[in-house]
């Protein structure tokens, strides 16, 4: 009873009036991007329009209702777990999904990680790869003289999981061009919720997540397969410039 007497209070100060406004704004803006993205869920909710089961919550039962489906069928929202206790409104967070490799120590990251960044001159010294991985290259050539699209081109001659080496460098290089999978702690953003910002980062998850499949294809068997971290070194030798 409380909030929905709250809800119909009359702002009797200037500051106020712009708060009530501007949450009148959010929360039609909200509703409307329910009811243009989850028309069926919108259509078949129990929950009335006016319901607030968290009075101290910036946002009614449906506005938590509608971030939840995006949630779980769009992309994934950062303070998803404290939304209810939210006093305020909040935008899209673009944020980091895992630990950037550089705030880790090295010998507590994934075996592939260190195989991956090894390569890319990052990782162990040539002398250290017997101990680590099991062989030791003629040579390794440097990241700054590897063409690329040359790399691509190696890579798509071989069968799947080799065929993703490009996509588990570039996503371990942060240079995908996705969003998602670009994003650090220091240039993490926020996005406005509108309809073009929220299709914009489902379709950038979708391919974010497809990216990632293929790389753990890759890490699994660099980790299991001596064969295989030999072959990966030998197509990044190949797409050197030397």
């Given at each position: ?108 990251l994934e075996y592939s990680e260190k195989f991956l960044l090894s390569l890319m001159g990052q990782g162990y010294n040539i ?116």
């Amino acid at each position: 009873m409380l909030a929905n007497i709250q809800s119909f209070k009359i702002p009797i100060t200037c500051l106020t009036a712009i708060i009530y406004l501007e949450n009148l704004s959010e929360r039609v803006n909200f509703l409307s991007l329910y009811q243009k993205i989850f028309p069926e869920q919108w259509l078949e909710s129990t929950i009335t329009i006016d319901k607030q089961s968290h009075p101290t919550s910036a946002y009614i039962d449906r506005e938590i209702e509608f971030i939840q489906l995006v949630n779980d069928h769009l992309f994934p929202i950062e303070y998803i777990d404290e939304i209810e206790s939210s006093s305020e409104y909040n935008s899209i967070p673009v944020s980091p999904q895992r630990v950037e490799w550089w705030y880790e120590d090295f010998e507590e990251l994934e075996y592939s990680e260190k195989f991956l960044l090894s390569l890319m001159g990052q990782g162990y010294n040539i002398s250290q790869w017997e101990l680590n991985f099991g062989f030791t290259p003629d040579y390794i050539a440097l990241a700054e003289g590897i063409y690329f699209n040359k790399l691509v081109k190696l890579c798509r001659r071989y069968k799947s999981p080799l065929h993703y080496l490009d996509t588990a460098i570039r996503i371990i290089d942060y240079s995908t061009e996705n969003i998602w999978l670009d994003v650090t702690c220091e240039t993490s953003d926020w996005l406005e919720w509108t309809y073009e910002n929220i299709m914009f980062l489902n379709q950038k998850w979708k391919e974010a997540v497809s990216m990632m499949e293929k790389s753990n294809k890759l890490t699994h068997f660099l980790e299991t397969s001596l064969p295989a971290r030999k072959a990966a070194v030998k197509i990044w030798n190949q797409a050197s410039k030397a």
